[in-house]
């Protein structure tokens, strides 16, 4: 069985780091390329960030450059979301996905508030 | 970046009756190698998504043929045919031909 599990979320301060992590099971995770997807309480879907399948391409959305990082390890079979400097703006539910969106962990909550 | 335009936002729904959304692209999907990259996706309520379609028609494992995609280029559409109680939720069309990647805004599927 396919499984993420989403993990280090939590209540923030604004301009302060979170790591996010994801373990993965019951597929090759080497093979694929994945991503981070947000979900602003009450709002839609919005990609985030995506690594390759070795981790030496990366891609971002405009918003979070340089102060994300997508990272990978494939001996782990797990994910992980650096997030630095973070904003209000970022709060929302953070998916770990393989990059078609086959897969996807239960998500984890991050709010950034004083 | 890729605008993707649903419509409608929502969709009052008898039981077994059938409904269609739209999903249209502000550039074409089709990837250099030819292939479409537009997915569907359901999120029902309190949950994660879950992709029923991928490459616009394509139904993913354990998917009931009750849901058919279909379309090309800029256009796409998915069909639910006689829907039941466990079809309700928000979809999403989303495509990953083009960097970033981008979601539909959703459409809201209730009941009657």
């Known amino acids: 069985e396919v499984q993420l599990v989403e993990s280090g979320g939590g209540l923030v301060q604004p301009g302060r780091s979170l790591k996010l992590s994801c373990a993965a099971s019951?597929?090759?995770?080497?093979?694929?390329?994945m991503a981070w997807v947000r979900q602003a309480p009450t709002k839609g879907l919005e990609w985030v960030a995506y690594?390759?399948?070795?981790?030496?391409?990366?891609y971002y959305r405009d918003s979070v450059k340089g102060r994300f990082t997508i990272s990978r390890d494939n001996a782990k079979s797990t994910l992980y979301l650096q997030m630095d400097s973070l904003r209000s703006e970022d709060t929302a539910t953070y998916y770990c996905?393989?990059?078609?969106?086959?897969?996807w962990g239960q998500g984890t909550l991050v709010t950034v508030s004083s | 970046d890729v605008v993707m335009t649903q419509t409608p936002p929502s969709l009052s729904v008898a039981i077994g009756q059938s409904v269609s959304i739209s999903c249209k692209s502000s550039?074409?999907?089709?990837?250099?190698?030819?292939?479409?990259?537009l997915h569907w996706l359901l999120q029902s309520s309190g949950r994660s998504p879950k992709r029923l379609i991928y490459?616009?028609?394509n139904l993913d494992s354990g998917v009931p043929d009750r849901f058919s995609g279909t379309g090309s280029q800029k256009d796409f559409t998915l069909k639910i045919s006689r829907v039941e109680a466990k079809d309700l939720g928000v979809y999403y069309c989303?495509?990953?031909?083009?960097?970033?990647?981008?979601f539909g805004a959703g459409t809201k599927l209730e009941l009657k």
């Open positions: 996905t393989t990059s078609a969106g086959a897969y």
């Open positions: 019951g597929f090759t995770f080497s093979n694929y390329y």
């Open positions: 550039q074409s999907l089709v990837y250099s190698d030819g292939k479409t990259y």
């Open positions: 490459q616009v028609s």
């Open positions: 989303a495509q990953t031909t083009h960097f970033p990647n981008t």
């Open positions: 690594i390759s399948t070795g981790g030496g391409s990366t």
